[in-house]
């Protein structure tokens, strides 16, 4: 029978041909599996291989940057100086800075009007008043009154009678001078020795004249204070002795210029300025109370 007797199968391999493995088995017998080759296997990850070969494929990969239309919303989201380009940022910081050294010039040279007279304003005062007027006119004052540029020291002397009759008359005593001999290394001077005798003064200056008559209603009142007060130290100093009385006190003042500092080619006169007041009179029990 020929070829095409043999019906659809005729092109295919029957069991038990040569190119069959199997086929070249007897009859009745059974291929071992484990004699096929076991498959490969992949060595085994460990830390310091490197990323885990499966690892990439869990990791998300990152979106890309907006390089078109979308580069608009990340601009937008920059604010400041950091939202305008390098050549505007540079002109705003020049801005700045210029409106910061003019602030700080205004600043000083208001400053400079309004404090008292020292050696910058009588130098440049010019320049200041130029600055000033008329736009960024004061009416107002640093300092009122101004610091105290002068050394004031208050001195007394007294008539004593003595115990036979007689009388003398002390030296000068420097209250101020004994008022700082105790406040120097005092860390907690009191208010007696800081303030009584100097607002005595001061009383007294502003409730008189140059020629020591009073003005107003409490002329008589600070020139009763001070007497009291320049009475009370003398007690202290022991300016009578056993068996004297003092009967008349003098107050004056010794005022001094501050001198300026070396760099300044300020020049104030050296010589001391002194104020005398007249004699005044003490009571018995003023002086009894002044020694009590």
Known sequence: MDTYDKGPDA???QPGGSDDPVSRLPEGATRDVSEDPAPTQAPEWSGTDGPHPEASALVEPEPALPTGPGDGE????????????????IAA?????????????HLGMVFLHVAPANTVTKKHGTAIDEWIYPEFEQNWKLFAPNPLQQNIDVQVRADVRTGDGGERTTGWYDLSALDGAAIDGNPLPSHTQQNELRRAWDFYVASHDAQNRPVGLRGALAEDYLRRVVALRLGREHAAGHGEAVERVQVRSR?????????SDEKVPTTPDYRELPWWSLSAAEWTGANA
């Open 255 to 263: 005022t001094t210029n501050v001198p300026p500092p070396k760099w």
């Open 11 to 13: 092109g295919r391999e």
């Open 74 to 89: 990340a601009a937008a989201a920059r604010t400041g100086l950091t939202a305008i380009s390098l050549p505007y940022q």
């Open 93 to 105: 910081v020049l801005a700045l800075a210029v409106v910061a050294v003019v602030a700080c010039v």
